[in-house]
């Protein structure tokens, strides 16, 4: 309106294929086309789904190392009136992906923010895993270094719903171990490559999908990792006495030891150590 305020643009948070690009909806092709301004976690391969829609709207990077500092401008963009897109290389823009710090700041600054739903691998996977759907706990990455990944792993031992974690193919096995010495031998699906031509679906215990992967040449792929709660079937009934015996024997310290059996079949710490303290007794 001459001689008024300009109206500020709206930040729409567009969800985009997880692999296979037809998995996009009308109202987000749509966006896309409609926006002033596209911001990609990576520009060349946000550019390939734009190409396949025949969207030709101007991109901008916006990702981990510089979302600090291109946040403000594009503030700046939407105060002014742009409406923005933000897109990450795969399914929903910040989940385990860059743009908190735009969407807090879009909202500081009464900025409208809008979804646009779209694929998940988190759902996409959990929906075909065979795991319990009614509750789930959503990790993100576990931690790369392997204290850290295993303490994450028993902090979640008494979590009553599907653990889902995204994992990079590299680690996937050494986290299956830790999986095993956190949470015990559990039901756990390992779903790689979602919708894409080699999707694949591996389902049994720990130790078994474990053993399946070590003995591949190599692991490649996007993998989500789905774990299951410790049934009662799958309570290991070796005495106390001997179980710790064992984690001793793989290298764990007596209370480390303690901690995994205690975890392994849903006892508290506290109750395996007094059973242990009065068999010594």
Do not use: W
Request: with cysteine; proline share 5%; charged share 25%.
């Amino acid at each position: 309106m001459p001689g008024g305020e300009a109206l500020s643009g709206t930040l729409y948070l567009v969800g985009t294929p997880i692999g296979n690009l037809e998995d996009i909806t009308f109202r987000a092709v749509r966006v896309l086309n409609e926006a002033g301004l596209i911001a990609c976690e990576d520009t060349r391969q946000t550019r390939k789904l734009l190409d396949r829609y025949g969207i030709a709207k101007p991109t901008v990077s916006y990702h981990e190392h510089n979302e600090a500092e291109r946040s403000p401008e594009l503030i700046a963009k939407l105060a002014a009136g742009t409406s923005v897109a933000l897109v990450s290389d795969a399914g929903m823009p910040l989940i385990s992906d860059p743009g908190y710090r735009l969407v807090r700041a879009a909202i500081d600054s009464g900025i409208r923010v809008e979804t646009v739903p779209g694929a998940s691998a988190a759902l996409t996977a959990l929906a075909a895993s065979g795991l319990p759907t009614d509750s789930f706990y959503f990790g993100g990455f576990l931690p790369a270094k392997a204290g850290q990944r295993l303490r994450t792993l028993e902090a979640l031992a008494d979590q009553t719903a599907t653990l889902i974690f995204y994992e990079a193919p590299h680690r996937i096995v050494e986290t299956l171990a830790a999986v095993e010495q956190a949470l015990g031998n559990r039901p756990v699906v390992v779903a790689r490559e979602l919708t894409k031509m080699h999707e694949e679906f591996l389902r049994g215990k720990a130790a078994e999908i474990r053993a399946e992967l070590a003995a591949r040449e190599s692991v490649k792929g996007e993998i989500t990792l789905l774990i299951g709660k410790l049934t009662g079937a799958a309570q290991d009934d070796t005495p106390l006495a001997e179980a710790v015996d064992a984690c001793v024997a793989q290298g764990m310290s007596r209370m480390e030891a303690i901690k995994t059996v205690a975890h392994r079949r849903g006892l508290p710490k506290r109750e395996v150590y007094g059973e242990l303290e009065k068999l010594k007794g």
